[in-house]
């Protein structure tokens, strides 16, 4: 009984721990990245942000947009955002989709 515990725990341990490294990795990205405009908490709510009228990341209107389009607009860029294509891996830029997905 003992080992199968044993191996459960590790499994589980596997299985965890690259998800939440992800998550750790997203939130330090976007805030070296994102932030500046986006603001920490997602609202846009910073002088850059407000100039460029950028929307709250956390609205029904952004989070009801596909992983897809959410990493499309990042990878591509879109309107004034700048294209993170080339200066972000794609397994970073996915990490972001899920940070933001987290702020709402």
């Known amino acids: ?14 299985i965890i721990l690259p998800a ?3 998550a ?3 939130a330090a990205i976007y805030k070296a990245k994102c932030a500046m405009c986006h603001g920490a908490d997602g609202s846009g709510a910073t002088p850059m942000g407000k100039s ?15 992983d897809a389009e959410l990493t499309k607009w990042t990878t591509d860029g879109k309107g004034k955002m700048p294209p993170y294509k080339g200066k972000l891996t794609d397994a970073e830029i996915s990490a972001i989709v899920a940070h933001m997905r987290s702020l709402k």
Do not use: C, F, H, Y
């Not at 003992?2 to 499994?11: E, F, Q, W």
């Not at 460029?52 to 596909?66: A, F, N, Y």
């Open 24 to 26: 750790a990795d997203g």
């Open 20 to 22: 939440t490294l992800a």
């Open 1 to 14: 009984m003992n080992r199968k515990l044993v191996v459960i725990l590790t499994l589980s341990i596997l």
């Open 52 to 66: 460029m009228k950028l929307r709250d990341l956390r609205s029904p209107e952004v989070q009801k947009q596909t």
